[in-house]
């Protein structure tokens, strides 16, 4: 497992723009595929985005259209979510996930995970 640590939220207007950071410790971050996961108090975790060891392949919940875009540095050790055109309905804790294998928008598939970053966005 890797340990993972979220910043970037906060508080923003509705149609304004965040970007989410996770930094994973340890050196292997580039053989972790990674996503993004939001939760809201009385529901379930649900899938954002992911993205495969290289970066070269995302897959997006469809809800995102087009709005948000996941990006990776590996060389940072950095896993990126930006955030636009944001609607109240965006607001949730966000978390990021690591997996050992590719199967982006399940809970089940990641291994492990980060504790957080709230985004609130206002009307």
């Known amino acids: 497992q890797v340990q993972l640590v979220e910043s970037g939220g906060g508080l923003v207007q509705a149609g304004g723009s965040l970007r989410l950071s996770c930094a994973p410790s340890g050196r292997t971050f580039s053989t972790y595929a990674m996503g993004w996961f939001r939760q809201t108090p009385g529901k379930e975790r649900e899938f954002v985005a992911a993205?495969?060891?290289?970066?070269?392949?995302?897959y997006y919940a469809k809800f995102v259209k087009g709005r948000f875009t996941i990006s990776r540095d590996n060389a940072k050790n950095t896993l990126y979510l930006q955030m636009n055109s944001l609607k109240p309905e965006d607001t949730a804790v966000y978390y990021c996930a690591a997996s050992q294998r590719w199967d982006p928008d399940s809970m089940t598939g990641y291994d492990s995970w980060g504790q957080g970053t709230q985004v609130t966005v206002s009307s």
């Open positions: 993205i495969t060891w290289s970066g070269g392949g995302t």
